[in-house]
């Protein structure tokens, strides 16, 4: 595969009352096609911030991004966004939320035909018998998923995700997970998500990018995940090497992120931890992890 995104130098700066803040310093990725990249790390250490300049809806202090070989300069239908919050117009059904970028992606396509593109990626998502229904007759669950058809019928050429399932319950989080990774399956879409859960990136991910600490945030390690696709969470949870790994991302989550900026872990004396979570307590293989802010 060839890289399909390059991200070079990437900064970006923020003013304060207390002067300039460096969120991120100096971020370099490349991202081959069709691959699925996780960025993980504390809360502030500019996780979103590389996204949200990879959508075009913030711009790089220094740096650039190139992708497909065009450089970025600001937002556009080359990139599916799926926030945390699906952000649907109310007044709209299901159906017509999708179709709202499908016409415009889509625009020399007959008005049947950019209809069979919403109603085929809302009913692989699972939403068939709710194309007609509008948000507040959907649960939060159910917009997420109309979040999702959206994203992949615009058929972009890259899919950016910003904690897709961060405000959902556990066991909607885990069947979206999986609704997720089969359309990816299908698209094969180059793909960027960022999360605060060491499993769901395990799940995911072709590569796991660990960021350092904020303020100046840089790319610390990045963990190549070696399970075959197509993936099942069980499988995975049988297997010995999803510990190892999962123990090799906690452990830099909890002190390397820190130490490679010259800080002292938090709860060190304590062994207390906060912030990123772990959704594998629900499984009775794996211990429940939180992890610090």
């Not at 096609?33 to 809806?57: D, M, N, P, R």
């Not at 699906?86 to 179709?99: F, G, I, K």
């Not at 008005?111 to 959907?138: D, W």
């Not at 991302?249 to 906060?274: D, M, N, W």
Request: glycine share 8%.
């Amino acid at each position: 595969m060839s890289d399909h995104v390059e991200i070079s130098h990437l900064s970006k700066v923020f003013p304060t009352p207390k002067g300039p803040l460096r969120v991120v310093k100096d971020f370099n990725l490349r991202i081959r096609q069709g691959e699925f990249v996780t960025l993980i790390g504390h809360s502030g250490c500019g996780k979103s911030t590389v996204l949200s300049i990879l959508a075009g809806l913030s711009e790089a202090s220094a740096g650039g991004i190139v992708l497909a070989g065009r450089e970025l300069t600001g937002p556009g239908p080359d990139r599916g966004v799926v926030f945390q919050s699906p952000n649907l117009l109310p007044w709209m059904t299901a159906l017509e939320n999708v179709m709202l970028g499908v016409d415009q992606v889509f625009y020399t396509a007959s008005r049947e035909e950019r209809r069979q593109i919403a109603e085929y990626y809302l009913t692989v998502v699972g939403l068939g018998e709710a194309l007609h229904q509008r948000p507040s007759e959907l649960s939060q669950g159910m917009r997420q998923r109309v979040g999702i058809a959206r994203a992949f019928a615009l058929s972009p050429k890259m899919l950016l995700l910003d904690e897709p399932f961060g405000m959902l319950d556990s066991l909607t989080r885990f069947e979206l997970q999986q609704v997720l990774l089969d359309l990816w399956n299908r698209t094969c879409l180059t793909a960027l998500m960022v999360t605060h859960d060491v499993d769901e990136a395990l799940f995911l991910s072709d590569r796991i990018v660990m960021m350092t600490n904020g303020p100046e945030a840089e790319v610390g390690e990045i963990l190549q995940v070696p399970f075959p696709r197509p993936r099942r969470r069980q499988e995975l949870l049988e297997n010995p090497e999803y510990y190892r790994l999962r123990e090799q991302l906690i452990e830099f989550l909890h002190v390397r992120a820190y130490t490679l900026k010259g800080q002292t872990p938090k709860g060190a004396a304590s062994g207390g931890t906060q912030g990123l979570s772990s959704t594998a307590s629900v499984f009775p293989t794996a211990s429940p992890v939180t992890v610090g802010a």
